[in-house]
DNA sequence: ATCGCACATGTAAACGTTTCCACGCGGTTC
DNA sequence: GAACCGCGTGGAAACGTTTACATGTGCGAT
């Protein structure tokens, strides 16, 4: 491989000075600066970023942890980080950590050995070792949708307590009362956050929320399936189901098509997270749409920041409801076919 | 930061002997390696992979880079790469060229300078001058799902030749003559294979392909919108739109939508690529599915052949039709019990 | 006894950069 | 005319590892 010293003798110069140009430094005359580009085209020459990382104790990359990658909600989250590191000038390593702590701590452990110059994670649950040392060291760490509550850095996430309430109230308007849900895991700040809104909302209406109404799942589609068709099962079965991410709500929508059951006059159904396809189901689904891109933008600018040294700060964005019609109609009765537009 | 020499200072060892411990070396007594371990434990040393990665000229680390990692398609593709590639021990950094051959560009340089151990790339058209120089130089690099006709290096794709003729089989037989379709970019090689496959299954049964009946895609939703606009507005539309991919699907189910037109009834839907929302859009969509999963999985092999320096050979897997319900109602009436529809 | 070998360890040289410090030189400023 | 400054440049020391080579020891074979 040619290295800077070659392109320091084919120019006729130092290292010193080849290194200089080509990191634009001030004092190096045109005429240096024209020899050296001529010598690094003429051998293409490549710069090492290993090698200068190691010198400069930077890597110019950043590490991105999160839950699952198949989740379109992560997806977007992650696109869109990649997109405003790329234009700060960092890469990203994607580690996926499939909902499983262990490969969690793995995926942190490993870019901490990398040295990468800042972490953005959003933690399973709290009990990842490597995290919370992640946290508590030198390497700058932002926390994205979920946090670990002890742990010292800036939390960038969407509070979706007012659209709760919004979906409750909605789902009141059309005489829904007999209503369940679908919660993620209780590790999870997420999964706590949109019980607990659901809870209070419910109260709001004097609403019972019985036991059997809540379901455990884990964010992934198969665990809904189940706890809807656990939801069927019961002797007074609930009039909507609200899946409180998008892929457990795929998940409901096959165990509600399973049993022959219609949607939205069967049962109602209303999801967290909104994403493309939810416009395109069968029916269109009512559901709860955080500013996904947004967040990520901001958490990775809040970790730049973090970076250079300034302080950074936590952000609250706020979700908000998006009424379709998985839940009944909300205005006009009922029309056949097409997909309706919002 | 502690290194290497603090754990040696620690231990009253050398770095040699730190060193060697910590890679599992031979020749290294119990003891020793004990000492060494209860001083890295003691300072909390964590390797410096930077440092390593310069030593021995190996990252640890590939690079894939993929069209559009919203592309649920894409997704999975990466999902498994990571997968596999973790499994055999190396990271994966992702970077999305977004189907813009300026920023593919970038992403490969940009990796290359990183000093990956190999290349995964789904190259958007062969015009990327980085992508180029990198198939031909020392870096191990293999092309997965889409490639680049003149460029040395491995190919992992499916051929969706067969599954194609499938299709229009499927179509003719449920009396569908005017068939039109959305083609990717002609520079890609997806793009152009499709399209070729379509044409020659077509002439088998003798339809014909008019000009206005190939609409020019982009891979992208908003493209497959447009050209179904197109076809619609055309004296004489199509009974069946051929979408080549799932993106441009979902464009397609939008342009029919708001038109108040009916799946299947007014219009028949058929795509490329299979992914879990389309067994629960309005109608379920007949497509094409690839074998997505394994040929990352493949790939991430080959290219781990390459990088250990041993030879690796192109595969080639097969994609294959499945039949839903967006073409018009297969033979048999109503087949499991699956929702009740309209 | 000598040799040679296996073993455990240490010394020091790389890997490819960036950057501190020093140097020479022409031009100002006293 | 001496002292100083700014500019362009070069020499060489880091950065934290791995590893080739050297060293020293104990021991079985000759």
Redesign the interface.
Known sequence: ?VGIKDVAAASGLSVATVSRALNGHASVSEAARARVLAAVDALGY??????R??RTDR?G?IGLVISD??N?YF??L??AV??EA?ALGF??????ADERADLED?HV??L????IDGLLVSPADGHSPSTLDAAAG?TPVVFVDRWIAGADAPVVRADGRDAVRDLVDHLHALDRRRIAVITGPAATTTGRERLDAFRSALARHGLPLPEEYVGRGDFQ?ESGRLATERFLDLPEPPDVVFATDNLMA?GA??A???R???VPDDIGLAAFDDI??F?????PITTIAQPTAELGRVAVRALAALIEGEPATSTVLPAHLVVRRSCGEPVAPTQ????A?E
């Open positions: 491989m490549r710069p090492n970023a290993v090698a990382s190691l890597t990359t990658v198949l379109p997806t977007e992650a696109r990649e997109e790329r890469s990203v390593i994607i580690g996926n793995h452990r490993n901490l050995e990398r040295r030198p589609a795929l929508l096959d509600i098509s399973a022959g059951l219609r493309p396809w416009s395109h189901t069968d029916p056949s076919g097409g997909a537009r």
